[in-house]
């Protein structure tokens, strides 16, 4: 792997980034984390401003709305937004997930009838896969989507689904063959979030987003909107999975993170002495500027095999798990830097840095489950990396 940008790919990160600091300005970032979106901020406004430039595809076929770019343009585009902590909830589930499904796994009229459409950003998508009993052991999902001649009839529900009140469709994954076993006779489908027999519950969570529990009572499904081949959702989902580990985005905003508690400890006073004198908070800083850097090669270690065009295994596994730890302990060292103003919400004016350390640690907490918990992950490294027996 060899590190070192073109000039054209130098260029291309020049532009990504004088777009980025006239587009995303405070405004900007203070209206898209108002709107309860869990994980991080949401802007349609945004994300269609990417779509006006192509650049939500950007490493498509030209014929499904691309741009047929290298992807390591794609790669950069995540960094730099991430740095930027540019708006992208938007449109991530449906480039990350639908979209990579599609290309992968979809029939060819599926291709030129949805790929174009979250190219322009015309559909938001959000995911519908974990189920009360089947979180992080999602093969053990228990939605059916049985065909009756005519349609699919979904029953079933889903729970911790993120983004569902600002969403078109859903990416759903249902058993289609109840008698197969775990890994066998799973599907996946487009449905619409109005579609009759679709009901939910918002659930509040504790870093102030809102998630919500789906319920799918006789919802009918046309054939056109399952995915690819019946019963092979399983393929589907490891793939989809795979292609949201790349990690650039969470590794930027982690820099940009590291650099404005930089900011603040030398620009605040403590005791009559900058925080920044404090050896303890310098050999800290110091620390997770280097795993942050670690973090960002295990990244670009992915973000090239996938532009050689490798399915990514355990590396998306051990970048996305190193990602997690990082943020939390960067969670908890702001913490410690900002003191008891950390704990303050945006909306005080005495809350330092817009109070993102209070959102980021209120996130990390809540993260530790999302896509595979921690401990599935390390079991996976375990299991794929280091040849363990498989115990699960």
Not at 29 to 38: G, L, N, P
Not at 60 to 84: F, H, N, S, V
Not at 199 to 223: A, C, E, L, Q
Not at 268 to 292: C, F, K, M, W
Request: glycine share 8%; proline share 3%; net charge neutral.
């Amino acid at each position: 792997m060899d590190m070192v940008f073109t000039e054209q790919q130098e260029r291309w990160r020049a532009e990504v980034d004088d777009f980025l600091r006239k587009e995303v300005t405070p405004a900007l970032i203070a209206d898209a984390e108002k709107q309860d979106y869990v994980t991080a901020p949401f802007s349609v406004e945004f994300s269609r401003k990417l779509a006006a430039k192509g650049w939500l595809a950007l490493s498509w076929p030209k014929e499904y709305g691309g741009q047929g770019r290298d992807y390591l343009d794609t790669a950069i585009l995540e960094e730099q937004m991430g740095y930027r902590w540019a708006p992208v909830e938007a449109h991530r589930t449906g480039c990350a997930f639908v979209a990579n499904g599609i290309m992968e796994h979809g029939t060819p009229e599926q291709k030129k009838r949805v790929l174009p459409q979250i190219a322009r950003q015309e559909v938001i998508f959000c995911e519908a896969y974990t189920e009360p009993e089947a979180g992080t052991d999602l093969a053990t999902l228990k939605t059916k989507a049985i065909f009756d001649g005519k349609d699919y009839v979904v029953n079933g529900e889903k729970t911790f689904c993120s983004g569902f009140h600002f969403a078109d469709c859903m990416h759903l994954a249902a058993r289609t063959d109840p008698a197969s076993s775990r890994h066998r006779g799973i599907s996946m489908f487009i449905v619409d979030v109005k579609a009759a027999g679709v009901t939910y519950r918002p659930m509040k969570t504790i870093n102030h987003g809102t998630m919500t529990h789906i319920f799918f009572d006789n919802v009918r499904v046309s054939p056109e909107n399952l995915i690819g081949a019946k019963d092979r959702g399983w393929q589907q989902l490891m793939s989809v999975l795979a292609a949201e580990r790349t990690g650039l985005h969470v590794a930027g905003a982690n820099k940009r993170i590291v650099e404005w508690l930089a900011e603040y400890a030398r620009a605040t006073q403590r005791g009559g002495q900058p925080v920044i004198s404090d050896p303890v908070i310098r050999h800290r800083l110091a620390e997770l500027a280097v795993e942050i850097e670690a973090g960002r090669m295990l990244s670009w270690r992915v973000a090239c095999l996938r532009s050689k065009g490798n399915q990514i295994g355990v590396e998306g596994n051990i970048q996305a798990l190193f990602h997690r730890e990082i943020e939390h302990r960067l969670a908890h060292f702001g913490m410690q830097v900002l003191g008891q103003y950390g704990q303050l919400h945006r909306d005080s004016r005495w809350a330092p840095l817009n109070g993102i350390i209070e959102r980021l640690f209120l996130k990390s907490c809540a993260q530790v489950g999302g896509a595979g918990n921690t401990e599935l992950q390390k079991n996976i490294v375990a299991v794929a990396a280091l040849g363990f027996e498989r115990t699960w």
